[in-house]
């Protein structure tokens, strides 16, 4: 089992439950914290040490209060302590539902594991903790099936690039301008018609008003 594990959690109930969890998996090192820039120092300065944080547990949103943070979510936290050890395994403790956040927090950053907020999410997040200490991904119960179904069709920068732009009023006609004067390729009008079809046929919509309500509900944008 893991020997040193960091808890990021703002919510003292919830922080102590994960240190539940890890104390019945009989883990040694286990610190926690309740700001994302106290994560990232401990995440830094354990890089110095003899043994360095293997796994990071943390919450996707956290609460701002008198002290000002520089890192201010789970997100940040995640590309900043990667940036400087890229081995250490990421589990998301969140009580985010989106399928849409879930799946672009797999295929963004790279993320091990996601453990959602529910009932029974101390066993889901003792499974969780499992399985990526053996090497295997690992996603809520609830949460499996809608996951591996949004993967048959992967959102990638660049299709998000053309949902937010419809989604800020820019015609689709006058996309090609400005992927162009944003050296972003491929930018003819056919290249992204292709594109927005695929979208709506994966998603089941009928027009391009119901890809973006869709996508903004699954929190794709």
Same mark, same amino acid.
């Given at each position: 089992?893991?020997?040193? #594990?960091?808890?990021?959690?703002?919510?003292?109930?919830?922080?102590?439950?994960?240190?539940?969890?890890?104390?019945?998996?009989? +883990?040694?090192? +286990?610190?926690? +914290? =309740?700001?994302?820039?106290?994560?990232?120092?401990?995440?830094?300065?354990? *890089?110095?040490? #003899?043994?360095?944080?293997? #796994?990071?547990i943390t919450d996707l949103s956290f609460e701002e209060d008198h002290r000002k943070q520089l890192i201010k979510d789970g997100r940040d936290l995640i590309k900043s302590c990667r940036n400087i050890h890229p081995d250490l395994k990421v589990i998301v403790f969140s009580a985010e539902h989106r399928l849409g956040v879930i799946d672009l927090l797999f295929n963004e950053l790279n993320i091990n594991a996601f453990v959602r907020k529910a009932r029974s999410d101390s066993k889901e997040l003792k499974k969780a903790i499992e399985a990526? =200490?053996?090497?295997?991904?690992? #996603?809520?119960?609830?949460?499996?099936l809608p996951v591996k179904s949004m993967n048959t069709l992967e959102f990638s920068n660049?299709?998000?690039?053309?949902?937010? *732009?419809?989604?800020?009023?820019?015609?689709?006609?006058?996309?090609?301008?400005?992927?162009?004067?944003?050296?972003?390729?491929?930018?003819?009008?056919?290249?992204?018609?292709?594109?927005?079809?695929?979208?709506?046929l994966a998603l089941t919509v009928k027009n391009n008003e119901q890809?973006?309500?869709?996508c903004k509900d699954l929190g794709i944008i």
């Open positions: 089992m893991f020997s040193k #594990v960091l808890i990021a959690e703002d919510h003292e109930s919830s922080n102590f439950s994960v240190q539940k969890v890890l104390e019945n998996l009989f +883990v040694q090192n +286990v610190d926690y +914290v =309740y700001y994302c820039d106290d994560a990232f120092s401990k995440v830094k300065k354990s *890089l110095e040490s #003899v043994l360095a944080y293997e #796994v990071l990526i =200490y053996h090497n295997e991904t690992y #996603v809520s119960h609830d949460l499996k660049f299709d998000i690039i053309l949902l937010k *732009l419809l989604s800020d009023g820019v015609l689709q006609k006058n996309i090609p301008k400005i992927l162009r004067e944003r050296e972003i390729y491929p930018s003819s009008l056919s290249s992204i018609e292709k594109r927005m079809n695929a979208m709506k890809l973006i309500a869709c």
